[in-house]
């Protein structure tokens, strides 16, 4: 049941950003550059579990849209550290409502103390997993052939 569900929510909410021109993945690297601004490709690649190359594309095609900036690291020239621009930050206030939208209609048939008890339960269940908040595991496939 939680993979069927899993994978209902991840189809919906990926039809809902549709509206929006963006995709699972461009979503998540805009909140993780939202909730830790100054991230390099490299820590964006190893915090979502992406290849680094393909981490270059998203954040080429989200550059290209002009919601998010690199600039070059202080103390270390060699990387870029990123930064949503003026237009990304207005983005990520889209998002959050998408977001927020998204997970009441999945749950309308819960009353607010059942919501509460099945965030508190999924939270339990993907700390005992040992996945990271906020960040999809499937990112750890984009891009990578399949064994077999």
């Known amino acids: 049941m939680l993979a069927q569900l899993g994978h209902h929510a991840a189809q ?15 979503a998540g690297i805009l909140r993780m550059i939202a909730t830790r601004p100054g991230l390099s490709q490299q820590e964006l690649s190893g915090q979502l579990g992406l290849l680094p190359s393909r981490v270059v594309t998203y954040v080429d095609e989200l550059e290209a849209r002009g919601e998010v900036e690199r600039r070059r690291n202080p103390t270390d020239r060699r990387l870029y550290a990123l930064y949503l621009t003026a237009s990304g930050e207005k983005l990520m206030a889209t998002l959050s409502e998408i977001a927020r939208e998204h997970e009441l209609a999945l749950t309308a048939g819960l009353t607010g103390p059942q919501r509460k008890t099945l ?19 499937g990112y750890r496939h984009i891009g990578r052939r399949r064994d077999g």
């Not at 965030?119 to 595991?137: F, M, N, S």
């Open 119 to 137: 965030d508190e339960l999924l939270a339990k269940l993907a700390d005992q997993q040992g996945l990271t908040p906020a960040v999809h595991p």
């Open 12 to 26: 919906l909410f990926a039809e809902r950003l549709a509206a929006v021109k963006l995709t699972p993945p461009h």
